[in-house]
Every structure is written in structure tokens, then in C-alpha cells.
């Protein structure tokens, strides 16, 4: 049976306030007083001087150009527990927070993206091996705060020059499959003569487990006759980036 769609107003849009009211100054927004002495803090101090829940409060005013958008931001920090997990969380995750609708979840999305490309800037065109401590900060960055594990390659040259950084696999909270031949069969697509693997432990702690030291091993055989080095497999925790090669495990 076919229903009349009901004629009940819509519930109102949670970021139609970005574009303020028609008629109405922007002046009149009784938290403009409060926003530009956040944006003066700011000037004076430095974005470094900000709680995170500011810094975030100070970047939602770009979307919304009215109200009050401290609820937001700290509804944000509770939710996902830290500024880098808010803006690593995938666009629907963010769109569980309240006030916080697509708009805003794509706006915080390219911080993520922006801070990703930062980081791969300090290792493409140049040995990666060379420049680790910008590796581990853009590895950090990249799967710190990835909710479930996720399993990815770092393809290098000859010259140890980063060519491609891809994910071959996504898996649950505790566990991403890995399979060595496709490993291998990607790195010979890409002339790939070095790799290093990387995947995170969603629990924080980047200990690595058995699991994962029997897996890099089976890549390391996999390679051995293809003539493919593993320089490293590197697990990343929101408690930091544990080496297998600074472990001994390689």
C-alpha cells in the first residue's frame, strides 16, 4: 500500500546554522564575542597554546558560522577519546556525534588527509630507510587510531624511494589476513625490490604477537626467492610503533 508522505515539518538540519539566518547580521550571534576571543588566544599564544577541544572548537568555526560550537567539539573528544582518533574516525563514525552532520564530518576529514599528506611528503623522493623518525610519525598518523586492524605495504625501489603505499588487507579489532603470494605478486606489478610491512593493534599496545611474527616470516620466505627484502615490519599502537628489526625479530 502507498502512504502519503507525511507534511510534518523536518527535523531542522543540525549544520543549516553555518549559513546563519536570512535577515539577521552575523554581528547578532551572541557567541561572537566568545569566537573572536578564541581566535585572539590564538593569535597571541599560538594554535599550540589551545586544549584540544579549543583547537577543535576554533577549526568548526569554518562550518559553522554561528553558535555555539564547544558542545560539538568536546562531544567529539568524548566520543573517540583523543584529537587524533577524532579526525582519523571515518566519516559515518562521525556522524554518530550530535550536531555533527556530513559537512562537518568531511570538514574534519581533511584534516586527517591534510596531516597524511604532510607526512608522506617527508618520504617520497627520498630513502625511507634514511628519514625513519618521519616514517614512524606518518605511520602513526596513518593507523594509530584505525579502529579495526589493518594490513598495509610500504613498496620501495632499489633506491630504498618510496613507490606506492597501499592496504592489501582490513580485517576485525584483533586480526587482518595476510597473504604472502600477494604480497609478492604486488611487488613485482610495482618493480618493488624492497618492502616493509605495516599493520596496527587497535588495542594500543603494538607488542607483537605471535601471529604476527610467524606471518612475517612467511613474507620473508615468500621474497627470499624473488629476490624481494623485507627491511622491516612495524606495528603501530596508540601507545607507539614497536620494529621487528629493533626487536631482533628480523
Not at 230 to 242: E, I, M, Q
Amino acid at each position: 500500500m502507498v502512504q502519503a508522505a507525511s507534511l510534518s515539518p523536518s527535523p531542522p538540519d543540525p549544520e543549516v546554522e553555518r549559513l546563519g539566518k536570512p535577515g539577521r547580521a552575523a554581528t547578532s550571534d551572541p557567541n561572537a564575542g566568545h569566537r573572536e576571543r578564541l581566535r585572539a588566544r590564538a593569535r597571541a599564544g599560538g594554535l599550540v597554546a589551545l586544549p584540544d577541544y579549543e583547537l577543535l572548537e576554533l577549526y568548526l568555526f569554518r562550518t559553522f558560522a554561528r553558535g555555539d560550537v564547544k558542545p560539538r567539539a568536546k562531544a567529539l573528544l568524548a566520543r573517540f577519546g583523543s584529537f587524533g582518533a577524532v579526525i582519523a574516525a571515518s566519516i559515518e563514525e562521525l556522524m554518530t556525534v550530535p550536531g555533527i552532520g556530513e559537512t562537518a564530518a568531511l570538514d574534519i576529514k581533511l584534516l586527517h588527509e591534510a596531516a597524511l599528506r604532510a607526512g608522506r611528503d617527508k618520504i617520497v623522493k627520498r630513502p625511507v630507510i634514511s628519514s625513519w623518525s618521519a616514517l614512524l610519525g606518518y605511520v602513526r598518523v596513518a593507523l594509530a587510531n584505525e579502529p579495526r586492524e589493518q594490513f598495509r605495504v610500504l613498496f620501495l625501489d632499489k633506491k630504498n624511494q618510496l613507490i606506492a603505499d597501499e592496504v592489501l588487507n582490513r580485517g576485525t579489532v584483533d586480526h587482518a589476513p595476510v597473504y604472502p603470494r600477494e604480497v609478492m605478486r604486488r611487488a613485482l606489478e610495482l618493480s618493488s625490490s624492497n618492502i616493509i610491512l605495516l599493520h596496527n593493534h587497535p588495542s594500543g599496545d603494538p607488542t607483537p604477537s605471535r601471529p604476527d611474527i610467524d606471518m612475517t616470516k612467511q613474507v620473508i620466505d615468500a621474497g627470499r626467492a624473488l629476490k624481494i627484502n623485507v627491511h622491516d615490519h612495524l606495528v603501530v599502537g596508540r601507545d607507539g610503533v614497536a620494529s621487528f628489526k629493533a626487536l631482533g625479530l628480523i
